[in-house]
């Protein structure tokens, strides 16, 4: 499992932003810290009630030029619709292939809907140098990160960046 310290995986997927890009991590450290914010689908309530969350948060991210994505296994097109319909205002990476799940080692079944290899609810913050400062991870999907604690650690990595520069 990816943990504090590691270098996070390297990764390419569709960025759902309103239209569909290609984001790749290791292209986009300049905008570190990077808050990876996994959750298993979207339009369920506990996914929808974790984005909006996020949403509601923004300025303590954006306070500390910290970058917030989403990241499921949905398509980027549900994603942003998904996205419209919650005004979200960063955006959501599309693990459609499933890649990052299992990279990140936060991939899990449901098995009484039959879907396999959908995220867990997790949290990954990296930093400009593309090494993880902060790993959260929950078996429980209705679970929500503490965010007041996921703001603090995208801080102490924007601290850490900033006095590297």
């Given at each position: 499992m990816v943990d504090v310290g590691d270098e996070a995986p390297d990764f390419t997927v569709p960025l759902a932003d309103g239209s569909v890009e290609t984001f790749t991590l290791s292209e986009n450290l300049d905008d570190a810290p990077l808050v990876l914010a996994f959750f298993?689908?979207?339009?369920t309530s506990t996914c929808t009630t974790e984005m909006c969350t996020f949403r509601d948060r923004m300025a303590?991210?954006?306070e500390i030029d910290a970058t917030v994505y989403g990241v499921s296994i949905d398509t980027p097109f549900t994603l942003n619709e998904f996205r419209r319909q919650n005004d979200l205002n960063f955006a959501l990476l599309s693990d459609t292939n499933r890649e990052l799940v299992?990279?990140?080692?936060?991939?899990?079944?449901?098995t009484s809907a039959g879907v396999r290899d959908v995220a867990k609810r997790a949290v990954f913050v990296v930093d400009a140098d593309g090494t993880v400062t902060y790993r959260w991870v929950s078996d429980d999907p209705s679970a929500e990160p503490d965010y007041d604690e996921v703001a603090e650690a995208a801080a102490a990595a924007s601290a850490s960046d900033s006095a590297r520069i």
């Open positions: 298993p689908a979207a339009f303590n991210f954006e299992h990279d990140y080692d936060v991939a899990m079944d449901f």
